[in-house]
């Protein structure tokens, strides 16, 4: 193993499992204002920034359901959560589902939970957990 005083590593992607890979895909895709989805052989490739892909699958196999958060803008935020509410989509403003029908300002920021069509558990966020730190 080789040591290094600099590291480039960078998360490229991972695989959400789905009922319905073409729902929860364009779901997404719709409700971030997103590039459509792609064919990427077994998978439905959702592209985000940073060169970072979902990669929707149906498994053959039930499985539970996992937890994908977003980091975006203030405007972005403004324009997914306008997007919820008008679709009348239940959210929350906590992971235990016990504050619906709001959002958050923890960290100084702005936040939500809401489920995608295969019931995993999403969360847009206008802060990291932690807040900024030191600037």
């Known amino acids: 193993m080789s040591s290094s005083s600099s590291t480039n590593i960078s998360f490229n992607h991972t695989i959400v499992a789905a009922r319905d890979k073409k729902e929860s895909a364009w779901f997404l895709t ?6 459509a989805p792609v064919s990427a052989g077994f998978f439905l490739s959702v592209k985000l920034d940073n060169c970072v892909t979902l990669d929707y699958a149906e498994p053959p196999v039930d499985f539970p359901p996992q937890h994908y958060a977003f980091l975006v803008g203030e405007d972005d935020f403004d324009r997914i959560y306008g997007k919820i ?17 709001t959002f958050n300002t923890n960290d100084g920021g702005r936040g939500v939970y809401f489920l995608d069509p295969s019931g995993n558990y999403m969360e847009i966020i206008t ?3 932690g807040g900024w730190g030191p600037a």
């Open 30 to 35: 719709e409700l971030f204002d997103l590039p």
């Open 85 to 101: 509410v008008e679709r009348g989509q239940e959210h929350w403003a906590d992971p235990r589902q016990s504050e619906p029908g």
């Open 127 to 129: 802060v990291p957990y």
